[in-house]
């Protein structure tokens, strides 16, 4: 079965780190683009990371310089690095794999993330 | 940025045709998708490619695109089709950045 987990949400202080994993099951996250996307309580879909299957990486400008995607071949597993939270990074992260460089087919079920103090 | 507007909310009744739109400059030349979200779920994939569908989702959904109007068509609209539908596409003169549109939730009466 195609399926993503996401894990490692959680209560952090406000300039702390996290890091959230996304373990993929019944496809290659090497050969596919994965991207991370983000929803504020309330809100809408905010895209916040893209990794390509070549190994590109690009940010939306809200996390840039803050946050890094990477993945670990050998696990199977994307990764979503955090640094210096913000109260406004507060969110479910879902890890989504990109179908063809282009639509999100299958996501995983999120991590909550809240930042607090 | 590239910037992608829905109606924040559209009412139908049971058995009949809902159209949510999604606006951007010139978002003909791009791909749209289409989610469909239920409260406290994942997004689910219901339109991709302006107009194909995934498997598994009825026939009663459809997508066009054209000039500066991309619609997602609900046809026979049923109880369970009541969610909120983001479209989508990729800015790739913006740094290969990924955009969402709001959101438009659908009530059905």
């Known amino acids: 079965e195609v399926q993503l987990v996401e894990s490692g949400g959680g209560l952090v202080q406000p300039g702390g780190s996290l890091r959230l994993s996304c373990a993929a099951s019944?496809?290659?996250?090497?050969?596919?683009?994965m991207s991370w996307v983000r929803q504020a309580p309330g809100k809408g879909l905010e895209w916040v990371s893209v990794?390509?299957?070549?190994?590109?990486?690009y940010y939306a400008d809200s996390v840039k310089g803050r946050f890094t995607i990477s993945r670990d071949n050998s696990k199977n597993t994307l990764y979503l690095q955090m640094n210096s939270l913000r109260a406004e990074d507060t969110a479910v992260y879902y890890c989504?794999?990109?179908?063809?460089?282009?639509?999100?087919?299958?996501w995983g079920q999120g991590t909550m993330v809240t930042v607090s103090s | 940025s590239y910037v992608l507007t829905q109606p924040p909310s559209v009412s139908v009744a049971p058995g009949k045709t809902a159209r949510i739109t999604c606006g951007g400059n010139?978002?003909?030349?791009?791909?749209v998708h289409w989610y469909q979200q239920k409260p406290g779920q994942a997004p689910v994939l219901v339109i991709y490619?302006?107009?194909d569908r995934p498997s598994g989702i009825p026939e009663r959904f459809s997508g066009s695109n054209s000039g500066n109007t991309a619609t997602l068509t609900i046809s026979r609209v049923e109880a369970g089709d009541e969610a909120d539908y983001y479209c989508?596409?990729?800015?790739?003169?913006?740094?290969?950045?990924?955009?969402f549109g709001g959101g438009t939730k659908l009530t059905v009466l």
């Open positions: 019944g496809f290659t996250v090497s050969s596919n683009y």
């Open positions: 990794i390509y299957s070549g190994g590109s990486t």
């Open positions: 989508q596409v990729w800015d790739s003169s913006s740094d290969h950045s990924g955009v």
């Open positions: 010139n978002i003909g030349s791009k791909s």
């Open positions: 490619y302006d107009s």
């Open positions: 989504a794999r990109v179908a063809q460089g282009e639509a999100f087919d299958i």
